[in-house]
């Protein structure tokens, strides 16, 4: 499955993007888990009745040519870290990435990223310590469009459809300090050896985080209006109004009106969903760590520090140029 930075063998840190889509069946869930990744990609099977779509990013503890060295023994100690770089550092960020405007309005569709503490997000169902985020859409709750005729005099007209998505759930990890994971240093000052890591979360960071989530809510949202919807709207804008001699020739008719086969209409939208997973696959939600060797007054850990800038690519790219 995924590189797991629980497997401390790493010789410096570096975030890579993951993807895995899982499917079996014709039923399924659709899942994005973001802020730190592996770049690779596999297919896993799990059960009969889920078809499952994952993108994660991991703060991956990689194997590396060299290890993380310490600075020579008359080197002066290392500062702590600044204002900007420790989780308290709350200052709001600019919103880069804000949700897209449905034209449905209603329940038919709702994916709002909701900050936890480390703790509370590793305790949710689905997550584990090589996520910094989780967006998952489940394929069992969509409500699909259909294109049912019933009887019309002597001839057949389609009934009204209706279309949903309803709650997606996407999560992330909030500001805050934490250890994790652990990585060797050369003895310097310190004492070689492997030593665990303290991860820090700025605000900043926290904000980018979460936009990377947003940036899944959004591409699920489009993949919804470019599909589902304007299947649902040439349904019900003729329901009860034209006639049709056949079910074959209503089945017609909408795939010349919406350029899809009624048949294709579940799939079309989990093919454009999976989209997503495009942004992970090209690293575009892995962040860069500032990080450095163990700190000398104590020599207890190495720090991990993300911050704004240790994203480079979240908020480049619309949900129009990925869901095609």
Not at 9 to 38: D, E, L, P, V
Not at 120 to 147: I, K
Not at 173 to 189: D, F, H, K, Q, V
Not at 208 to 223: L, M, S, T, V
Request: with cysteine.
């Amino acid at each position: 499955m995924f590189e797991n930075s629980s497997t401390h063998t790493a010789r410096n840190i570096r975030n890579i993007a993951s993807s895995i889509y899982q499917s079996k069946g014709t039923r399924g869930t659709i899942q994005t888990k973001c802020a730190a990744c592996s770049q690779e990609e596999k297919v896993q099977r799990k059960g009969e009745e889920e078809e499952l779509i994952q993108a994660k990013l991991i703060p991956q503890i990689q194997k590396q040519e060299n290890e993380v060295a310490q600075p020579p023994a008359d080197a002066q100690p290392e500062t702590q870290p600044t204002a900007t770089e420790t989780p308290e550092a709350q200052a709001d960020a600019p919103n880069t990435v804000a949700p897209i405007e449905i034209t449905g309005g209603g329940p038919e569709f709702s994916c709002e990223p909701t900050p936890m503490r480390r703790a509370d997000f590793l305790a949710e169902p689905d997550t584990d310590d090589s996520q910094l985020g989780l967006t998952r859409l489940s394929v069992n709750q969509v409500v699909f469009p259909e294109a049912n005729t019933v009887p019309m005099g002597n001839q057949l007209t389609l009934e009204p459809t209706f279309t949903s998505v309803g709650e997606i759930r996407s999560i992330f990890t909030t500001a805050g300090s934490y250890i994790e994971g652990e990585m060797p240093a050369t003895e310097g000052r310190c004492p070689g050896g492997m030593y665990p890591i303290r991860w820090s979360i700025s605000g900043p960071a926290a904000q980018k985080i979460r936009e990377g989530e947003q940036e899944h809510c959004n591409d699920f949202q489009y993949a919804f209006e470019s599909t589902l919807k304007r299947y649902e709207a040439a349904v019900n804008e003729i329901a009860g109004v034209r006639t049709f001699a056949s079910q074959a020739a209503a089945n017609d008719y909408l795939e010349q009106r919406t350029g899809v086969a009624p048949v294709d209409w579940r799939s079309t939208f989990v093919r454009l969903a999976e989209q997503t997973l495009v942004r992970d696959q090209r690293n575009w939600h892995t962040p860069d760590p500032a990080y450095s060797d163990p700190y000398y007054s104590d020599c207890e850990n190495i720090r991990a520090i993300l911050r704004g800038d240790s994203f480079d690519h979240i908020g480049d790219t619309p949900s129009s140029d990925i869901i095609q």
